[in-house]
C-alpha cells in the first residue's frame, strides 16, 4: 500500500513487521520517533492489527497508519479492523503530546475518512472520553457528528 500525503503530514500504512516493532517499542533502522512515541495507544493498536493479520489474514486500506510529521512518527492513525456487517468502519488516533493543538490529527482523519469513503464503507464511527473535548473537537473538525453519549464515551459517526 501506498503512504497517504495531506499538506502537512505522511500517513504510512503500517506492516506486520513495522507493528511488530511498534509493540515491542524497538526502532529498527532508519525509523524516526518522536518523544513519546510509541503511546500506550499505539501498541493497543498495532497489538490489535496483528491479531487481526492472523485471525483474518490482511485488511488492506483498514489497517493502522503511523502519523509522520517531516519524517518523524508523532502518532498514529486508523482502524480497528474492516467494516463490520453493516459497512461502518471504527477509527482510533492519537499523537505524542509535543505536537497536539496543531491541527494534525484532524488532518489526519480528514485524509482517513477519505481513504474509508474511497473503500467503499458505509460509514466511520470514533468515540473519546466525556473528559476529552480536543478529540472530540478532531472529530467535528473532520466532519463527523456526535451521534449519542453515554455515562464515560462521546459517540461520533460519519455516514457517506
Known amino acids: ?87 461502518v468502519a471504527t477509527i482510533g488516533y492519537g499523537l505524542v503530546p509535543g505536537v497536539r493543538g496543531n491541527g494534525y490529527a484532524s488532518e489526519a482523519l480528514r485524509a482517513v475518512l477519505e481513504l474509508a469513503r474511497r473503500a467503499g464503507v458505509a460509514g466511520v464511527k470514533g468515540d473519546a472520553d466525556l473528559d476529552n473535548p480536543a478529540s472530540h473537537r478532531v472529530m467535528e473538525a473532520a466532519g463527523m457528528r456526535c451521534v449519542a453519549e453515554d455515562e464515560q464515551l462521546r459517540h461520533f459517526y460519519l455516514g457517506f
Open 1 to 87: 500500500m501506498d503512504s497517504v500525503a495531506t499538506a502537512r503530514l505522511v500517513l504510512h500504512p503500517l506492516t506486520a513487521a513495522e507493528a511488530e516493532r511498534i509493540v515491542a517499542r524497538e526502532p529498527g533502522d532508519g525509523d524516526l520517533w518522536g518523544e513519546g512515541y510509541p503511546g500506550d495507544g499505539d501498541i493497543r493498536a498495532n497489538t490489535g492489527f496483528l491479531r487481526g493479520l492472523a485471525e483474518r489474514g490482511d485488511p488492506g486500506a483498514f489497517r493502522p497508519y503511523e502519523i509522520r510529521l517531516d519524517g518523524v512518527a508523532v502518532g498514529g492513525i486508523g482502524f480497528h479492523g474492516p467494516p463490520d456487517e453493516i459497512g
